[in-house]
């Protein structure tokens, strides 16, 4: 029902930048929130960033200050853009989707997950 694609990732030095890109696409009827994930080798999927549709954010304590989470509603995109990249930020990112479809629309809203854009960030 929903569909997202992300882009942005890529190698960088320590201390650059990256900006994540992720559309939702599909039959949407609404999204309360959303947000973008990551998971480096040998670890567990952990939340990096989320944003709800009224525009309220939370951060992993590891990239506050250094990441920023926007959302587009118009385009039902969100971004991330990360500053000061630290080698402990490699990992794959995932963008995710809390939303309804026309299908769901009366019922509680759904996660939905893209297919993960490779964020490396060397020393």
């Known amino acids: 029902q929903v569909q997202l694609v992300e882009s942005g990732g890529g190698l960088v030095q320590a201390g650059g930048s990256l900006r994540l890109s992720c559309a939702a696409s599909g039959s949407i009827f609404s999204i309360a929130a959303m947000g973008w994930y990551r998971q480096a080798p040998g670890k567990q999927r952990e939340l990096v960033a989320s944003?709800?549709?009224?525009?309220?954010?939370n951060y992993a304590d590891s990239v506050k200050g250094r990441f920023t989470i926007s959302m587009d509603n118009a385009k039902n995109a969100v971004y991330l853009q990360m500053n000061r990249l630290k080698p402990e930020d490699t990992a794959a990112y995932y963008c995710?989707?809390?939303?309804?479809?026309?299908?769901?629309?009366?019922?509680?809203?759904?996660?939905?997950w893209g297919q993960g854009t490779q964020v490396t960030v060397s020393s």
């Open positions: 995710n989707c809390n939303a309804r479809t026309l299908v769901t629309w009366n019922r509680n809203p759904r996660d939905y």
């Open positions: 944003i709800s549709s009224a525009g309220g954010t």
